[in-house]
């Protein structure tokens, strides 16, 4: 009948995963790591972001208390989250 049917042999939960052609290769550990100064830079963002909004609302920037320093701490506090998530 057909030639290409498997005998049990050939499948089932002892044969090895390469032989059923069901294997992955895994990648290797240390070949997808952040650089070093990567978690720095989301820390720096994080702190200047709120360091920003914070300075604010104190009135201690130049100009009076403006929306757009509030634009500028929140644009860099979501830069840091967003790198966080790129973190490995």
């Given at each position: 009948m057909a030639k290409n049917r498997r005998t049990s042999?050939?499948?089932g939960r002892y044969v090895a995963a390469e032989q059923?052609?069901?294997?992955?290769?895994?990648r290797p550990q240390d070949s997808s790591k952040s650089p070093r100064?990567?978690?720095?830079?989301?820390l720096e963002l994080l702190g200047?972001?709120?360091?920003v909004i914070i300075l604010n609302y104190l009135n201690v920037l130049p100009g009076?208390?403006?929306p757009w320093y509030l634009?500028?701490?929140?644009?860099?506090?979501?830069?840091?989250f967003f790198l966080a998530t790129r973190y490995k």
């Open positions: 042999k050939e499948m059923r052609g069901r294997y992955t290769a895994k100064w990567f978690g720095a830079l989301i200047f972001g709120l360091l009076a208390v403006s634009v500028l701490g929140l644009a860099a506090m979501f830069a840091a």
